[in-house]
């Protein structure tokens, strides 16, 4: 019988080639080489959700939450500023991120985008003394040929920054800063804070930042560019925006991550990593997700506030557990169900931790 496996060698003797089963193995031996890494992260991430957090890892009075535009175009009225008030008593809500925008892609700013601004304002001043109503404004940043903000442009980046002052005029108490996706290292971001960040604070006002993801692996944000992705910046770029601010949010959601073990270990080890990067003085907040949308990023039945409020104590309590400047950031209003505000109470935001 031929054996297509052999061959014979010039003195006649056959050479046993590889058999099938023998390919195999190889093939595996391969693929377990490449899962090795996948499966190192994964365990990590689990051993990051491991553990307690301490008692005293609860608010500070320093949280926030993302509202809709429909707070300052008419759609929201009194009878809705009440419930909003009863939601948030008791907790350490301290900031409403109130969507005034977006930007236009030169960086300017229709007065017309929020007629309803000084109700609300006036209305949150009287009804929640001590809350900070800031302007959360926003665009996409242009790339691969896509129309958007040129951070590039110093007529641009004063556009914004006269924009900041623009709603500041208008009576909101701060600037609330998302502009996406910024890739790594990106100086003309950093000049735009470095002129935006004087500006708000003349005018009596606070410059917060939506913040990108902290590279959690050496390197990761390289390989993630090579695939166009600029979703992670490294520890030293976040530090860079975080000491050009007054508050610095993550929006530590959108991981792809398949289990809720792994998203909440994700967010304690994203906590950590922050918390080393962030100056003392600037507050920092730990995004958590008020949303439900399944996409290729998003898996709601992984990403769930309970996991991340447990993964951002425990990052804290292992980190830094004394710090004043933490707090969370809630995203988004208009999307959040009772779970998502027990999760919160429950998990952090019903405590007095001041």
């Known amino acids: ?77 009194d009878a809705d500023l009440t419930r909003l008030a009863e939601r948030i008593a008791g907790t350490g809500i301290r900031d409403l991120y109130v969507h005034a925008g977006p930007l236009e892609h030169d960086g300017t700013l229709p007065a017309s985008d929020y007629p309803r601004a000084r109700w609300l304002i006036e209305s949150v001043h009287r009804e929640l003394p001590g809350v900070r109503v800031q302007a959360w404004l926003g665009d996409k940043v242009d790339g691969s040929g896509k129309a958007g903000l040129r951070l590039s442009s110093a007529t641009t980046r004063d556009a914004i920054t006269a924009s900041a002052r623009q709603v500041l005029g208008a009576g909101f108490d701060g600037v609330h800063l998302d502009v996406e996706p910024v890739r790594t290292g990106d100086r003309h971001f950093l000049k735009l804070l470095d002129s ?61 991550l398949p289990w809720e073990n792994l998203y909440g270990g994700y967010v304690a080890q994203q906590t950590t990593l922050a918390l080393q990067a962030t100056p003392a003085g600037t507050d920092l907040l730990m995004g958590i997700p008020f949303f439900h949308t399944d996409n290729w990023g998003h898996d709601g039945k992984a990403e769930t506030a309970a996991a991340a409020v447990r993964g951002s104590r425990l990052g804290l309590t292992r980190e830094d557990r004394h710090r004043r400047n933490f707090g969370l950031a809630l995203y988004v209003d208009f999307a959040a169900t009772e779970a998502d505000w027990r999760a919160y109470r429950n998990g952090w935001g019903a405590r007095d931790g001041t």
């Open 196 to 256: 935006l960040h004087p500006a708000v604070r003349s005018a009596g006002g606070v410059l917060s930042v939506a913040a990108q993801q902290i590279d959690p692996l050496p390197s990761l944000h390289t390989a993630a560019s090579t695939f166009g992705s600029p979703k992670w910046w490294t520890q030293s770029y976040f530090g860079k925006v975080a000491r050009r601010t007054d508050q610095i949010a993550v929006m530590s959601y959108d991981t792809a």
């Open 1 to 77: 019988m031929n054996r297509p496996f052999t061959r014979r060698t010039p003195n006649g003797k056959r050479r046993w080639r590889p058999r099938g089963r023998v390919l195999v193995r190889i093939a595996v031996a391969l693929v377990l080489l490449l899962l090795a890494p996948v499966v190192a992260a994964g365990s990590a991430l689990r051993a990051s959700y491991a553990g307690s957090p301490a008692d005293d890892a609860v608010t500070r009075g320093r949280d926030a939450v993302w509202l809709g535009h429909h707070w300052v175009d008419g759609r929201r009225g």
